[in-house]
């Protein structure tokens, strides 16, 4: 049976499919332990990089090897899946240097806006749960399609903005211009939407799945989440910066 796609790579079938024969299945219960344990590890560091650059140290290195390393990780998970029970909270370790990094540059300039980024980043979580949860937002199929081609288009513009800036191309989503800050708005709604088809897809598999899934779904989670946090915080450092 199809159960569905998803623009997060984590939520694709082709993870989903084999170790049928477990006596214990997936559960909601246990991705939501696994990923707040996995976000407590991104804290951490984070906290740890914000003390390491208040001391006069640099952290760009955090920031390029953390960004380096979820994407070695994620390709990594996605040839040997079985895995993920290791691989996942090492990938919260590296994405915990990249937030840390990026989280650091932003607080040195205004110390209130990591909070309250991470504030608005749990609000949207919930907002989406409630709003998923109380149907007041169904996942149709031509909903999850639109998700899907909007996702993959960001991610195809912030892909060629990053190789243009190899040739000393500056692109525009960096700036703080009326065309940047509608980009980064959008992509703040669509990775607040891509939970919507992430709850999906996991009550679609719990009690079904075996339980070594519960990885997967939790590493699926932190690829939306710290996405969605990411976005906001870029957001508002550029309302902070214009306004």
């Known amino acids: 049976m199809n159960l569905g796609k998803t623009s997060n790579p984590a939520f694709t079938d082709y993870f989903w499919d084999g170790e049928t024969t477990s006596n214990k299945k ?23 990089i914000w003390y390491y650059y208040s001391n006069g140290n640099t952290i760009k290195w955090f920031v390029t090897g953390g960004m380096l390393g979820a994407i070695i990780i994620s390709i990594v998970i996605s040839v040997r899946k079985d895995w993920a029970p290791v691989l996942v909270p090492i990938y919260a370790v590296v994405k915990g240097c990249f937030i840390g990094g990026i989280t650091s540059f932003a607080k040195a300039k205004f110390p209130d806006l990591p909070y309250q980024a991470i ?90 799945a075996p ?28 309302f902070s910066i214009k306004f």
């Open 26 to 48: 997936m559960s909601v219960h246990g991705i939501l332990i696994k990923t707040f344990a996995c976000l407590a590890i991104i804290a951490l560091i984070t906290v740890l």
């Open 119 to 208: 504030g608005v980043t749990v609000i949207a979580f919930f907002v989406m749960l409630t709003l998923y949860q109380t149907r007041l937002i169904v996942v149709t199929k031509k909903l999850r399609s639109i998700i899907i081609v909007a996702c993959s288009t960001i991610f195809l513009t912030y892909i060629i903005s990053w190789i243009l800036s190899f040739f000393g191309i500056r692109s525009f989503l960096w700036g703080t211009s009326w065309i940047a800050i509608v980009f980064n708005i959008l992509a703040a709604i669509f990775a607040s939407l891509s939970l919507l088809l992430d709850f999906d897809y996991i009550e679609r598999r719990k009690n079904k």
């Open 211 to 238: 339980k070594s899934k519960e990885w997967l779904a939790t590493w699926g989670l932190l690829v939306t989440i710290v996405w969605l946090y990411v976005e906001i915080l870029r957001l508002m450092r550029k």
